[in-house]
Nanobody, 115 residues
Framework: QVQLVESGGGLVQPGESLRLSCAASGSIFSRYTLGWYRQAPGKQRELVASITSLGNINYADSVKGRFTISRDNAKNTGYLQMNSLKPEDTAVYYC?????????WGQGTQVTVSL
């Protein structure tokens, strides 16, 4: 079973950038689909981006062209590079890994975009 720890959240102004990291341990990270989700206050958790073990990538329409998901299997770490941040990107961001019946979540990291 993989364990996940997110880092890199914070408070930024509109237009700025952040990079989130997701450190994995406990299993073979490269075999898992890695996803980044977010949940804003009063809203449902939504998929932001995902990358499969084969490198297939999917983005939510709201972040296409601004966010980039990647993974470094040698470091057992996934990343979400977020550029041109907007106030509506404010949320708790969660890292997720899936493989077969395994569905593991990190604890989340807060991203706040505000003047």
């Amino acid at each position: 079973q993989v364990q996940l720890v997110e880092s890199g959240g914070g408070l930024v102004q509109p237009g700025e950038s952040l990079r989130l990291s997701c450190a994995a341990s406990g299993s073979i990270f490269s075999r898992y689909t890695l996803g980044w989700y977010r949940q804003a206050p009063g809203k449902q958790r939504e998929l932001v981006a995902s990358i499969t073990s084969l490198g297939n990538i999917n983005y939510a329409d709201s972040v296409k062209g601004r966010f980039t998901i990647s993974r470094d299997n040698a470091k057992n770490t996934g990343y979400l590079q977020m550029n041109s941040l907007k106030p509506e990107d404010t949320a708790v961001y969660y890292c997720n890994s899936k493989r077969g019946p395994s569905d593991v979540w990190g604890q989340g990291t807060q991203v706040t975009v505000s003047l």
